[in-house]
């Protein structure tokens, strides 16, 4: 029987729990030992619940959870679920109520009042299905709804015959055609469909006839003023709100459709600060201070003490999302916390298909190889010692009443060998004194001597952000260009949550809308940064599942949520403790002063505050005022794993991918990680842990919205070189492995080279470039001459192949039919070969490489190739000490670098262009001089120096492009071709391809 990849994921949270059921999913052959390690005594994260059995087993959440209709991943995961569990068809639809609305508080007049924005529900089922997510089609439906609605409402209607003509006027004069267009918005549209040579004149037609509907926005709204100067308040209201959303639509479109974001994609402009983008794209500061804006800020807690910190792009691409791609209603509230109908039913479904779970394991530090290379060992704190150690602990609690099965609000200690002090100490904070029973480490395998269930051979890092500094600090060192900066810049920040049990409904307390989610409440009536509340849901629905209330039962159940500012440093065992007094001292304060603006009948009859006794407590407290906030839930989220991690300007770039850690068998799941959503919401955990599970089996996996898809398409041959070299260098890799290479460099008659070149390339050695013998026309050819290991697909991580390759590579090269701006440089191969036939078949059918089969052989520096179009050979020995690139003795290695960093090129049968990137990570590779002999005659070498072609090579320590030896890792992108959209989603045909290539051939 072969033997299980053992996988240790770390984490609880959503993201370790989809990675687990997706590996799950594919493992039919039980391939997969599984294990999850979690702090504390219950899973969810930062969605989890705790019932309180004293308390009428109330449900205390983490926080406010509202379902976006664009969660395709997050519905398709719990509808499988339940498909998995043999569940009631459309049981699922029960955990949900979808909500074709939301409110956001806007201050006008001296008052606050509330904005209802209605979004118009449509016939599909939320989760994945046929749903066309590219830029272009986004942009054309935001263009579609924006003109509608302009013709359908109040300012549509008001439009002068005169200025409508006029506008119309201008619109045909910037496309140049004499058709007629309702508004400029369809004109654009229009453009986006014609052939054009210049995205510069795209973009700049674009501005001229957005200007022109803002002007006719501008004009409708003047015209209604002076049609009826009485129409009242309600009616101004109605002008007002529009003009702030289709203003906020053309600074959308105008952005989307500007020279940068059409050249490089949204990731160009993520170093800008969203609103700062939408004013330089014309927006008013009327519509970027209005409460529509203020409520999407406070979506992703991107507001901080007054400031508003989102990048352009993340927040760009999920504005979009919200507004565009929902599917049913725009949002979904919950019938059920998520730890009731998501992680109870994920955790039984899991445990019963073989998955370990292993509570009250704290992730201490992850230790890497000696090489660095991969993760060596996983250092676990174990929190508690079980009452028995045979057995696992049993996490739920069951409502006898109800029947429902939950997770408790503290450890269930009759499982855990305790004296009973452990009730006095909380193993979910960071501050927690309570000492630890022990520790555990695991060890990769191989590692003799180690008991088989400490060991693993991949792991699954998910645990939350903010924990990561002190657990991969390893990683930081050891990779301090992109574990370092991601450690370094990415940011969180703690939030705040309270819940209220209300003895009135929301109607009683003056609030007409019963299903509410509300963003936006910032009054400020002290400062930035003093209102600690500024969304609100009623979450009434959810008092179903508590139990035993009798006479004191509860009307209402307010959850409320926002931005909890830090105040001071985060260092002692107190510190929870004096945060959440600090916290109940805000909240006082706020639902006395701040509450009754949205809760007008919530005022004390005979005081100007909050009416306390409108909270509902236990029979046998005796509570009174203020005091009777201490029966509800507060609860901070100050602990370093349940921060909200930020989507500041400038950090995308420093977020890293699910399947792209850097270490071989380390894999990442969580809200932080790069998912092409990039925003703190359960979607991109998901996202995050069904990538992981992807690429560890390799299986053809849907995951709508990820990758960095977030490009308007543009000809390849529009693009400048060095935004052609970045799509590349971002692209999933379609292969990763390990080398050790060695690199010579000879010259020869530029016109004997350029044979080597298929007819539509040409040479292009840049100017200024050092030939050994300036009197003579050369250019150099490159021969590698390689011994590969554990080469795969980069999707996979076990595995793989080990062969024996050479290559020559002809730098410097370039289009003929396409001079600028992408023209070149590349890298042409003319010859490789290689001794395995699967990553020749490969290399042919995706990448359009000249692979050839060939007999290879190979002792230290010697090489020998025997194939049918003739033969290589060399001899080649150690010169000096190895060292890093860095080092001075190897400071001619930059030279060569230059023509082995170009992007490649090569052309598939059916004649089209294909592009790739091959990343050595020179940086950090050892390098060594060689120096001997080679003997290449042609075609090979098209002017061999002799009739045995046999020449001398120089090291690289003597003279300019001499040899040398290296060892490195490297990763191939999937290939571009012409029209190719930037992509992380691997091409499921080259999954299954090359999925079947290595179940064939082995190592």
């Known amino acids: 029987m072969t033997e299980k990849t053992r996988i240790a994921i770390l984490g609880g949270g959503i993201g370790a729990l989809t990675a687990a059921f997706e590996l799950i999913e594919q493992d039919s052959d039980e391939r997969f030992d599984i294990t999850i390690y979690t702090l504390g005594w219950r899973l969810g994260g930062k969605a989890s619940v705790g019932r309180d059995e004293t308390r009428n087993w109330r449900g205390l959440e983490h926080g406010l959870h509202v379902w976006a209709g664009f969660y395709d991943n997050a519905f398709d995961l719990v509808q499988r679920l339940y498909a998995r569990l043999n569940r009631p068809a459309g049981e699922w639809r029960s955990k949900f109520e979808g909500l074709n609305h939301f409110t956001v508080m806007e201050y006008v007049d001296c008052a606050w009042k509330p904005w209802v924005l209605q979004a118009r529900p449509n016939a599909f089922d939320p989760g994945i299905g046929l749903l066309d997510l590219a830029p272009t089609t986004l942009v054309k439906n935001l263009l579609s709804w924006a003109e509608q609605a302009f013709l359908d409402s109040v300012l549509g209607s008001s439009e002068e015959p005169n200025v409508r003509r006029q506008i119309q006027q201008d619109t045909m004069d910037v496309l140049g055609t004499r058709e007629v267009f309702p508004t400029p918005l369809s004109a654009i549209a229009v453009l986006l469909d014609r052939p054009t040579s210049a995205i510069n004149t795209i973009s700049c037609d674009v501005k001229q006839l957005v200007a022109g509907f803002r002007r006719q926005l501008g004009s409708a709204r003047t015209a209604m003023h002076g049609k009826d100067a009485a129409l009242g308040q309600a009616k101004d209201d109605e002008a007002r709100r529009l003009q702030i959303l289709f203003d906020l639509a053309a600074g959308l479109i105008q952005g989307l459709l500007s020279e940068e974001v059409l050249r490089d994609g949204l990731d160009a402009i993520d170093h800008l600060e969203w609103s700062c983008w939408m004013e330089k794209n014309g927006c008013a500061c009327e519509s970027l201070n209005s409460g529509v804006v203020r409520g999407c800020y406070d979506y992703v807690f991107g507001s901080v003490k007054g400031v508003c910190e989102v990048g352009a792009g993340v927040g760009t691409v999920g504005l979009l999302r919200l507004l565009l791609t929902y599917r049913g209603s725009i949002f979904y509230t919950l019938r059920e916390p998520m730890g009731d109908f998501l992680f109870v039913p994920l955790y039984k479904y899991l445990r019963d298909k073989g998955v370990k779970f292993k509570f009250f394991h704290k992730l201490e530090k992850l230790v890497l190889s000696t090489d660095e290379s991969a993760i060596q060992s996983i250092e676990l704190r174990r929190q508690v010692e079980l009452q028995n150690p045979e057995c696992d602990y049993e996490p739920l609690i069951k409502n006898q009443e109800t029947g429902l099965e939950s997770w408790p609000c503290h450890p269930l200690y009759k499982q855990i060998d305790d004296d009973g002090t452990l009730k006095r100490y909380d193993l979910e904070s960071f501050w927690t004194k309570w000492k630890d029973a022990g520790s555990l480490t695991l060890q990769r395998r191989p590692a003799p001597g180690t008991p088989i269930d400490e060991t693993f051979d991949i792991a699954i890092l998910a645990t939350g952000f903010g924990g990561l500094e002190k657990t991969a600090c390893d990683l930081s060192t050891g990779y301090p260009d992109t574990w370092g900066k991601c450690l370094a810049n990415i940011k969180t920040i703690p939030t705040l949550a309270l819940q209220l049990w209300l003895k ?375 010169k000096g000490l190895p060292g890093r690139a860095g080092t001075a003795r190897f400071s001619r290695l930059k030279l060569v670098r230059q023509m082995l960093e170009h992007p490649l090129i090569s052309q598939t049968t059916n004649g089209i262009f294909v592009y790739s990137h091959l990343d050595f990570f020179f940086d950090t590779a050892t390098f060594q001089g060689v120096h001997g002999e080679v003997a290449i005659l042609p075609p090979f070498d098209p002017d061999p120096a002799d009739a045995l072609g046999t020449s001398k090579v120089k090291s690289i320590l003597d003279e300019e492009y001499g040899a040398f030896r290296f060892e490195t890792n490297w990763s191939l992108s999937v290939p571009l071709s012409a029209g190719d959209e930037q992509s992380n989603v691997v091409p499921p045909d080259l999954q299954e391809f090359a999925s079947k290539l290595l179940s064939i051939y082995k190592p």
């Open 504 to 878: 009135k409904d929301t109607a009683q307390l003056g609030w007409a809308d019963p299903r509410t989610v509300m963003v936006g409440f910032e009054p400020d009536s002290e400062g930035p940064g003093s209102t600690p509340l500024n969304s609100w849901q009623d979450n009434s629905p959810l008092l179903a599942n508590e139990t035993g209330q009798g006479a004191h039962a509860s009307r209402s159940l307010g959850y409320f949520v926002g931005v909890f500012p830090e105040d001071g440093s985060s260092t002692g065992p107190s510190y929870p403790n004096s945060e959440l007094a600090r916290a109940k001292s805000l909240i006082i304060k706020w639902m006395n002063k701040d509450l009754p603006e949205i809760w007008p009948k919530c005022r004390d009859p005979n005081l100007p505050k909050f009416d306390w006794d409108l909270l509902v407590v236990p029979a046998s407290v005796q509570q009174q005022g203020e005091a009777r906030l201490d029966s509800q839930y507060i609860r901070p989220n100050i602990n370093p794993w349940e921060r909200y991690v930020l989507s500041k300007p400038g950090t995308l770039q420093w977020r890293l991918w699910p399947d792209r850690s850097g270490i071989s068998n380390l894999f990442l799941a969580g809200d932080w990680t790069r998912t092409g959503l990039d925003s703190g919401c359960i979607e991109a955990a998901v996202m995050s842990g069904r990538v992981a599970a992807r690429a560890i089996t390799g299986a053809s996996m849907n995951i709508p919205g990820y990758g960095n898809y977030r490009k308007i398409p543009v000809p390849i041959t529009l693009l400048p070189f060095v935004n052609l070299l970045k799509r590349l260098k971002t692209r999933a890799a379609g292969g990763v492995g390990t080398m050790e290479g060695y690199c010579i460099t000879i010259w020869r008659d530029t016109k004997l080279v350029q044979t080597l070149l298929p007819p539509n390339l040409s040479l292009a050695p840049p100017r200024g470039i050092v030939t050994p013998d300036p009197k003579k026309d050369q250019h150099p050819i490159v021969f590698l001459f390689c011994r590969q290991k554990n080469v795969r697909p980069g999707f996979v991580p076990i595995g793989g192949v080990n062969y024996h390759e050479i290559i020559e590579l002809v730098p410097f090269v370039k289009r003929k039919d396409a001079d600028d701006p992408s023209g070149g440089p590349f890298s042409y191969m003319p010859h490789l070969f290689l001794d395995e036939l699967a990553p020749v078949l490969i290399g042919v059918n995706l990448y359009g490489y000249n692979k050839r089969l060939a007999r290879i052989a190979s002792a230290g520096g010697a090489f020998e190739l025997n194939c049918d179009l003739g033969e290589i050979s060399t001899d080649l020995s150690a």
